[in-house]
Nanobody, 114 residues
């Protein structure tokens, strides 16, 4: 099983980006999926999580600005990020619970300029 994350880049404050995380390989079941982020020198933090049924939860710092969603048929999880702030700058990692194991994507860099 592999996770391929994409969609990061450079954006000005107030702008938007959409991250994608596609799973591939021998997949028999997908459960919870999430996005995390990490700034150098700091711990990785949970940004958003979504259940198989589509129920989301968000970190307080991104509520109202970020939206997590998923397309189970395509085994893909998305993170729509709006009203981006410089403090959102980080490497974003996707995480999916597949076949009763946790898998991580390679990380995609999001840079928000002021």
């Amino acid at each position: 099983v592999q996770l391929q994350a994409s969609g990061g880049g450079l954006v000005q404050a107030g702008g938007s980006l959409r991250l994608s995380c596609a799973a591939s390989g021998g997949i028999s079941s997908i459960n919870v999926a999430a996005w995390h982020r990490q700034v150098p020198g700091k711990q990785r933090e949970l940004v958003a999580v979504i259940t198989t049924g589509g129920s989301p939860n968000y970190a307080d710092s991104v509520k109202g600005r970020f939206t997590i969603s998923r397309d189970n048929s395509k085994k893909t999880v998305f993170l729509e990020m709006n009203s981006l702030k410089p403090e959102d700058t980080a490497v974003y990692y996707c995480n999916q619970h597949i076949n009763f194991r946790d898998y991580w994507g390679q990380g995609t860099l999001v840079t928000v300029s002021s």
